[in-house]
């Protein structure tokens, strides 16, 4: 089977930065794929890794180690409206290996 | 308009009705997908298909079916909805090209 573990909560103070964990058991891997999700509304898609190393997009940053079965999203100077949920996501290994299968997110929570 | 339209945005509905969530994009992706969200559960992949004649089932099939019936719709129905189907409801594309998926806005399901 396969599955994804990333922390259920994480808190932070505006300015600050945080990490979010996700490490992955897939019996295929195709690579792995960042969402944000504010209270009930889409899912939007932040970042794609498929290759080690790290990919900065702006504020955000997401990292991949394949040995590791292992990624993080970074987030940098942290605002109160990157209060939300994010889930990491990997590419399925199924009949066309592109179906993801989600983890079951981190809820961020920025104070002031 | 969006890029990805579900109708209805929210439902009740009996137990044991039959009831279809429709999905339609403007996008002109070639793969659509539907997506169940429980909380602290994520998102569960019920269906998804590759082109008009291609239909998959995800992780969590039973008690639902699907129906693609042109490139931009992709319809899930819930034959005899049963309580614990109550959840939200997302649909996503993705173009061939593309990492990211496309979400639509979500449809609000209770059964009761």
């Known amino acids: 089977g396969q599955s994804l573990e990333q922390p259920s909560e994480v808190t932070a103070v505006e300015g600050a930065i945080v990490q979010i964990n996700c490490t992955y058991q897939t019996s295929g891997f195709y690579g792995l794929s960042w969402y944000q999700q504010h209270d009930g509304g889409a899912p939007t898609f932040l970042s794609y890794n498929a290759l080690d190393g790290l990919e900065e997009t702006g504020r955000f940053s997401s990292f991949l180690s394949r040995s590791d079965s292992y990624g993080y999203l970074l987030l940098q100077e942290l605002q109160m409206k990157d209060s939300a949920s994010y889930f990491c996501a990997v590419r399925d290994s199924g009949q066309a290996g592109t179906a993801l299968i989600f983890g079951k997110g981190t809820t961020l929570s920025v104070s002031s | 308009d969006a890029d990805v339209t579900q109708t209805p945005r929210n439902r009740i509905t009996k137990t044991g009705k039959r009831i279809m969530l429709e999905c339609s994009q403007t996008?002109?992706?070639?793969?659509m997908y539907w997506y169940r969200q429980d909380p602290g559960l994520g998102l569960r992949l019920i269906y998804y298909?590759?082109?008009?004649?291609?239909?998959n089932k995800g992780e969590i099939s039973d008690g639902y079916s699907v129906s693609r019936q042109a490139q931009a719709k992709f319809s899930l129905s819930l034959e005899s909805a049963i309580p614990n189907q109550t959840a939200l409801y997302f649909c996503a594309t993705r173009g061939t090209r593309n990492y990211g998926y496309t979400f639509g806005s979500g449809t609000r399901l209770t059964v009761v």
């Open positions: 996008k002109g992706h070639d793969r």
């Open positions: 298909s590759f082109d008009v004649k291609d239909i």
